[in-house]
Structures are given as C-alpha cells and as structure tokens.
C-alpha cells in the first residue's frame, strides 16, 4: 500500500510518530495506536483521498502517548477535523479515550492481534458504556475501507459533489461485480 501524498503541518507539540497528512485544512483525522497499524489504515486514507477528502494522519497511543492524544482530540474540533477515524489493537482503548475529548464522531476500527486475532480489540473498541460513542467497524482492513467511506457519508450530507462520487463509488462497484459473470470463465 502506498503512502498517501502531502506535507504535514503540525499541530500539537512533539509529535509521537508522524506519518503524513495531504492537506492545509483536513476534515477527517484519521489516528492510529502504532505504526504497525499502518499498513491497514493506509487502506483508510487511501479510500478517503480517492474522494479528495483531505486527511491528518498520525500515530498516538491511549496508554504511550496519552497526553499527545488527549491533546490531539481535545484540539481537533478546533483545527477544523469533523470525523476522527481512530484504529487500535489488543486491549484497544484509543477510539473511546479520543471520544471522551470530543464531541466530534469517532469511528473505531479494531486492528487484527496476535494473540486472539483482533477480538480483543474489537470488544474493547465496540463495548463503549452508554455516554460516550465510538462507531466500530470490522477487524482489519474491511473496517478501515469502510470507516473510510462511513467518514465520506457523514461528510456528504452537506456537500453534493461527495454524495455524487459516493453513488458513483456505488455504481462502479456493481458493475465490476456484475462483469465478473460466470466466476469459471
Ligand atoms: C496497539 O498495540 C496498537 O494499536 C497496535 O495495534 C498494538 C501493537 O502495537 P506494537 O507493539 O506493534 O507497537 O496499541
């Protein structure tokens, strides 16, 4: 998966890991709990600039670096971010950490674990006690695709052009499957 394109500009003090963010003004944040998400969430930030949806993109760690995240969402209103898109493995508390310092939607996406395949972190993502919510999609890279476009969604419902690339995303995906036909030939 290739690296998304753009210049970072940073927003909260030393960062923990940067990766890179491919505008001025991003609209969806999309955070991760390590680097070794990335290779998943990549499929996240590619989906969303195929939409031309600028995005920040950064790793930080509910339990590594608490008080860069606590920072990062407390401020990502702020900055102009309106959907945060945050992916975690293992005993995953980063998506409800990032929730509790935002009224902004969070989406969470479970990453896939060594020890119990993603099923710890897709408990610890989705099982949010009722006050503050966390959107959680599938483990692994099916859920970062559509936390993706469920960030496109939200986005859409006040700008025509997105709702439009949506349908056409839509569309071309029934085509391809539907040119598929006989799977044998
Ligand atoms: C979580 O721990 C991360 O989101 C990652 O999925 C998992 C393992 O992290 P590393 O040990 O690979 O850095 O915080």
């Known amino acids: 998966m290739k690296k998304p394109t753009g210049v970072y500009h940073g927003v909260v003090g030393p960062p923990a890991l940067l990766l890179q963010s491919s505008s001025m003004n991003p609209q969806v944040g999309v955070i991760m709990g390590s680097k070794s998400d990335w290779d998943v969430m990549a499929h996240a930030v590619q989906t969303l600039e195929s939409f031309k949806v600028a995005v ?3 790793v930080l760690s509910a339990h590594r670096t608490p008080d860069a995240l606590l920072e990062w969402a407390a401020s990502a209103e702020s900055r ?13 508390h980063l998506a409800g950490v990032t929730a509790a ?18 099923m ?7 099982q949010m006690p009722a006050g503050i919510p966390v959107a959680t999609f599938a483990i692994g890279r099916a859920g970062a695709v559509n ?3 469920y960030a496109v969604a939200i986005l859409a419902g006040k700008d025509k ?5 949506l349908k056409r995303y839509r569309e071309d995906q029934s085509r391809k499957v539907l040119e598929v036909g006989d799977p044998r030939s």
């Open 56 to 58: 920040e993109v950064r």
């Open 120 to 126: 710890d972190s897709l408990l610890s993502t989705v």
């Open 161 to 165: 052009a997105l709702r439009d690339a």
């Open 101 to 118: 310092k935002t009224i902004l939607p969070v989406l969470g996406v479970p990453m896939e674990s060594a020890a119990l395949k993603g």
């Open 147 to 149: 936390a993706a476009l």
């Open 80 to 92: 102009g971010l309106e959907v945060i898109i945050a992916a975690a493995g293992g005993a995953a």
